[in-house]
């Protein structure tokens, strides 16, 4: 078995990580062994010398992530074995090998055991983001195991992690294939509606495949409302409540890029009562909140540290104000932070404070998340971020 650099941690250190909470910060620390370099992969150890587990080292606030409980080697086998059991809850959930939904969230980082690494799967297309420098350095291998898990079905890996990896590992590093190529115009499947997917240029891993299940559940209130989507993207939630009978469909989002993928989702999914608007939602809400029966907001993080968070409460109050004051009467509201940093707790009194300055009456309908592929688990809390409300406003 290979060698690997320790780290040991100060008495008392090792209880979290005893509860299998993968993150080990630098002041738990006691002693570094002297050759390690950023993404290493490290042994842990309790001040009482028992081993704690197997991380990716990274000189930073937190230092090292935990990858296996267990002692062992780290090679292709380790890649391949942790790939089958994320696909495996996958096919538990009914997410893989499923014709009506071909795009799902391979890996979720710590809810699968794995820090610092995303996978998506786009109908065989895997866009691969490391957010640690171990996951970087374990690319080649996470794709070996990747060709031995999907066989024939990988047609891909995209690595971009240029925008997820620390500034100073991101400078020299383009987006570039792993493994094979997407030459033509990808088109993904989600509960039986289509979505053109542009991995390379489009946000993030090329689409929000968090959103499903609420993409679901407002289908359901969408038969013949008049349904506005803020912050669209490429049409997620447009599409649904076009294939579940909305009377007319907008869509709105700064980016002129989202909103042309978005028409064209609209044409490829036969939607003929959908317009789209490349303008910033509030600007948008000001002028034209008044025509819909259902409101959809979907903002992007508004806080992405602590100390920020006030400025996204203020945010989430103001935006939130904005479309109850104009949203029509019975109308319905879906309303969403994925700001990890804003709990449920504050997002919830962010949206009563909008609530209360536009003096109409909610009833609430659904609290809602992100779906089992983003995997929650109770030894890593810090993995929920997506919140939602759901409300009837009278
Ligand atoms: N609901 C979408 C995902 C939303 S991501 C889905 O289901 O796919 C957030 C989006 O908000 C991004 O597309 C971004 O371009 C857009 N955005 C950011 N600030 C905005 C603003 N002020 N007005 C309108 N759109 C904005």
Redesign the pocket.
Known sequence: MTEYPKLILHNGKEEPIQRFHPWVFSGAIKITDSNIVDGDVVEIYSAKQQFLGMAHYQKASITARIISFSKQQIDVNFWTKKIEKALAFRGFLNLANNPNTNVFRLVFGEGDGLPGLIMDYYDGHIVFQAHSIGMHKSRIDITEGLKQVFKTLLKSVYDKSSETLPSQYAINLSNEYLYGSCDEELVVVENGVKFYIDFING?KTG??ID?REN?SLLGTYSKDKRVL??????G??SMYAAKHGCSMVHS????AK?IDLCNKNATLNNVTNHEGFA????DYLKDHGKDYDVI?L???AFAKSKDVSHNAVIGYKRLNAMALQNIKKGGILFTFSCSGVIDKKLFYNSVTAGAIESRRHLKLLHTVSQPADHTITPNFPEGEYLKGLVFYVE
Request: zero cysteines.
């Open positions: 946000q689409f929000f959103q993409r989507n803020t912050f669209s993207y490429t997620g939630f709105v989002d700064s980016s989202a303008v910033d939602t509030f959809i979907d903002p992007p």
